[in-house]
Each structure stands twice: as C-alpha cells, then as structure tokens.
C-alpha cells in the first residue's frame, strides 16, 4: 500500500510540474486528468522501464528545442517521436525511431550535457518524463492526458526560434490549438 501511495504522488507531481494549479480565475483554464489507482500503479511500473528513453528523449531535446521557450512546443518534438512510435510506418521503440538515419538531431556525447549545462538538461528530462508519463496514461486508456500535439503529426522544423510541426504529405503545420498543460494560470 505504501508503494501504491507514493507512487501515485510521485506520477501526479510529474502530471503537474509545469501547471500552477493554485487558483485558476475560470475552472476550463484547469487541466483535470481523471485516473484510477490500477492506471498509476500500472504506469509507474512501466515508467521505470523508460529511463534510458527519457535520457534520450532530454538529449534530442537538447539539440532541437533547447532555445525554444515555451515547455507545449518543446513537448511537443517528445510527442513527434512517441507519435512515430505508435504509428505502423516507423519502429516500435523510442530508442528506434530516435536513432533513424537522418531524422533527428540526436547526439549521445556525454560532454555536451555535462556540469556546465545540467540545469537546463534537468529541465528537459523532467518535460520528457512528463511526457512520457501521459502517453503512457494515454495507451492505459486514459482521456484527455494532456497532449499538446495529435498524434498524426510526426514531422517538425525549425525555424525563427520555434519549431514547426506538421503531418506527413502536408504543407500545413499544427497552430496549438489543443490547451496547453504547461501553461501557467494566472
């Protein structure tokens, strides 16, 4: 029981982290996510099989959105690679589809992420883990976890300090549109 209790704490902290969730002026401008106690203890067991992902998912970050300000549209490039795992067109793995030749900036090299710059890789792991988190609350058949990005999108530029996402064989790229979690209530 004292497992359930605090692994429950520890996924509805990391559902939070970038939300104020103190007094919101209008109660849609809250983001609610309704879970049962299987779903979280399902998903903290899986959430543990994920750490290398996540790692990988900080370090793609690092190098495709880490001067890009707001935390929806950083999560947004984690949601393009998850978007691509669940899709039937490219590999099944995170790991997989991060490595594909020629489609993201990923780079493993340890001194590129060192001391100097933890903080804001830090920052980065926790969006990543976040992310993780709801998409795999998301495949538990949980509703409305919070996603910034609809999972036809699978493809992203960037440009003018943004990046820019859009679905395969389109010209048209996502305006965030969907409400965005990590949007502070002011």
């Known amino acids: 029981m004292k497992k359930i209790l605090i692994s429950f704490v ?22 609610t996510i309704s879970v049962t106690i299987d779903d979280v203890t399902t998903v903290t067991d899986q959430l543990g099989e994920y750490e290398t992902e996540i790692d990988m998912l900080a370090k793609l970050m690092w190098n495709e959105c880490r001067g890009v300000k707001k935390t929806a549209e950083r999560a947004s490039v984690v949601w393009t690679v998850l978007n691509r795992v669940d899709h039937e067109k490219y590999p099944d793995t995170i790991s997989a589809v991060i490595k594909q030749r020629s489609q993201f900036a990923y780079s493993d090299n340890p001194k590129i992420y060192g001391e100097k710059n933890k903080e804001l890789f830090e920052e980065l792991r926790e969006i990543a883990k976040d992310v993780v988190t709801r998409w795999l609350f998301e495949k538990q058949g949980v509703e409305d976890v919070g996603r910034v990005l609809p999972v036809e999108y699978i493809f992203f530029a960037g440009h003018g300090g943004h990046n820019w996402f859009r679905k395969k064989g389109s010209r048209r790229y996502w305006k965030f549109t969907l409400p965005d979690p990590y949007e502070e209530v002011k």
Request: with cysteine.
């Open 10 to 31: 520890v996924i509805v902290c990391t559902l939070c982290m970038y939300v104020n969730i103190g007094q919101a002026a209008d109660p849609e401008d809250t983001h």
